[in-house]
């Protein structure tokens, strides 16, 4: 919020104007980084994210009576979250271009439902043996779930997931320290129901998604503070789970990226901040006086965290001075539409003369009126307003002159409040330079821890290297040796085949030679027996030419005629006649 206009110090407290972020992420963030903290700085409202997140109401977690477009948690476009990167830098190009899709039995299969109620060890490892392909088609179910664009299905389905996952009290920190990552983001996105924390380029550590989990982090991605914020004891941090000071609405509990706006109102007091349209529905902008119990009435904001009222007017003022410049035209128009709302029910004659050249400046846009003019018309109007306030305060509310003593203490006044929002900048600072020196020795740890891992995965490469250089040596030594042993087998193989041979030579002539000494020993006894009979027909000869001549019987004579024919008729060769020949067919030797 900024000071009254009649104020010289409406510079020093710029802090306290900022819609909330954190300030001092804003001053770490190097160029072309996501733009995190709403600030009074020129910002091209083009690249304000339009895509809103859906929100479901949980238990744990107050929502407003009704929606209003301040109340939409909205994220950036992928382009700019594509600096929450994984921390080893890789990308999706990064991935292999052709994935390798492998068949999951009925089995192994899980769904969402079984996510949200199986405990977390028996998921965890089911979903290690489960291929890349088939958590990403978990991940696009919950996202589609979460859209809504199913209906009052698809918002009975996130219910009963939400339910299943808040009911259960096996689900710490403890215990999600052992969940599988795919498994971590589900049960994430189902209790915040938030898909961003589905998004394949937003990748928080395993730490940061159990802390978000259990309300110890901030769920919004760009902002990913420990709550409560700044260690801030009032009644809305200690009691809302998950609300965060610094970036949350303390009415409808919700955040965005809108920067440079009149859209957020902030405490002079607590630093909480509200949107302004929570802030106009729920009766938080009114009339009353800026300072407790004294000062004229004028339109203020009564903040809920600290029931303190800041005046309006001055912070209108300040953001138009220092954002309009860089406004288009439809921005300048809605932010001149947010003003003629604040001011629609303001008695203060400032209040009712900003509100009547707001509904005329819009009147005269949409009638053709160049930003610019309109633009150079409300600053000029703020200016006239400062000169008004400061003729009124040197002659008094009533035209005349202010008493010394009453302009003394008037003076005093300025003097304390300046002081007092002094000292509270010059704390916010503090605090800010605190957590940018713990942010940069956490970034240096981070780093050194880094090039420790990087220096470890060189050597264990280098080891690698070693290792399959050797492997490849083994692999020729034992190519050379099997060409060795083939060659062997080769010889070993011809030697056969001539052994083979000689053997079924020998074999051969063998039973040549066992043939031949049969025929040889046949033949002898054969010719023993032709000799044999021989002799003795001789003798039967004689003895028949004796008993012939001594007159014998010729029927005898008759037999032994036909015997020795039958000798004949036989053909028994001699004993020159009966030698066998050799292979050859040369005639052996007895």
């Not at 898909?195 to 309300?215: C, D, G, K, M, R």
Request: with cysteine; aromatic share 6%; hydrophobic share 35%.
């Amino acid at each position: 919020m900024g000071t009254s206009s009649g104020s010289n110090i409406n510079h020093q407290h710029m802090s306290k104007m900022l819609p909330p972020r954190q300030q001092q992420q804003q001053q770490q963030q190097p160029p072309g980084s996501l733009q995190t903290s709403l600030s009074l700085v020129s910002s091209d409202l083009h690249m304000l994210p339009n895509a809103q997140e859906p929100r479901f109401n949980s238990d744990k977690i107050h929502e407003s009576p009704t929606e209003s477009a301040s109340s939409q948690e909205t994220w950036p476009t992928v382009d700019a979250v594509t600096a929450k990167k994984m921390v080893n830098g890789k990308t999706e190009n990064d991935c292999t271009d052709q994935s390798v899709i492998r068949r999951v039995s009925s089995a192994d299969k899980i769904t969402l439902r079984d996510i949200a109620r199986e405990r977390v060890d028996v998921i965890s490892e089911k979903m290690h043996r489960l291929p890349d392909e088939f958590l990403d088609e978990l991940k696009t179910q919950l996202k589609t779930i979460l859209e809504g664009n199913g209906g009052s299905q698809s918002r009975d389905e996130f219910l009963i997931l939400q339910k299943f996952v808040q009911s259960r009290s096996d689900l710490t920190a403890k215990t999600l320290i052992r969940a599988h990552r795919a498994q971590l983001e589900i049960l994430v996105a189902i209790n915040m129901g938030i898909q961003a924390f589905l998004h394949p380029n937003i990748s928080l550590s395993q730490t940061s998604l159990i802390e978000v989990f259990v309300y110890k982090r901030c769920r919004n991605i760009a902002c990913q503070n420990q709550i409560p914020a700044d260690d801030c004891t009032c009644e809305i941090c200690a009691n809302r789970n998950g609300f965060c000071n610094l970036c949350m609405c303390v009415i409808c509990n919700k955040f965005d990226f809108e920067v440079n706006t009149c859209r957020w109102i902030g405490c002079d007091f607590c630093s909480h901040w509200t949107h302004t349209d929570c802030a106009i529905r729920d009766g938080q902008i009114c009339m009353g006086p800026a300072k407790s119990g004294a000062g004229p009435t004028e339109m203020v904001f009564r903040c809920r965290a600290c029931n303190q009222a800041s005046e309006v007017l001055g912070w209108v003022k300040d953001v138009f001075q220092h954002c309009a410049p860089a406004w288009d035209r439809e921005a300048l128009m809605r932010e001149l539409d947010f003003v003629s709302r604040i001011f629609r029910g303001s008695d203060d004659p400032r209040g009712k003369k900003l509100f009547s050249k707001c509904e005329d400046l819009i009147e005269k846009m949409r009638g053709g009126l160049a930003e610019s003019t309109s633009c150079r018309s409300i600053l000029i109007f703020f200016q006239e307003l400062d000169m008004e306030s400061s003729t009124s305060l040197e002659n008094g509310e009533g035209g005349g002159l202010v008493a010394p003593q009453e302009a003394c203490n008037r003076i005093a006044d300025v003097v304390q409040e300046a002081i007092r929002k002094m000292e509270m900048v010059a704390d916010e600072k503090l605090r800010m330079f605190k957590k940018a020196r713990l942010a940069l020795d956490a970034c240096e740890r981070e780093l050194e821890e880094k090039a420790k891992e990087v220096a470890e995965l060189k050597l264990e490469r280098e080891k690698k290297k070693v290792q399959i250089e050797e492997l490849e040596k083994i692999v020729r030594l034992k190519h050379a040796e099997a060409d060795m042993f083939q060659l062997k087998a080769n010889e070993a193989k011809q030697e056969a085949d001539r052994l083979q041979s000689i053997a079924l030579a020998k074999s051969d002539k063998s039973e040549e030679e066992y043939t031949s000494s049969y025929l040889k020993l046949r033949l002898s006894e054969a010719e023993a027996e032709k000799k044999y009979l021989f002799e003795k027909i001789k003798l039967q000869e004689s003895s028949r030419a004796s008993q012939s001549s001594n007159g014998g019987d010729p029927s005898q004579m008759l037999t032994y005629s036909k015997i020795r024919d039958l000798l004949h008729g036989y053909n028994i060769p001699s004993k020159a006649d009966s030698q066998p020949n050799d292979r050859h067919g040369f005639r052996t030797n007895p």
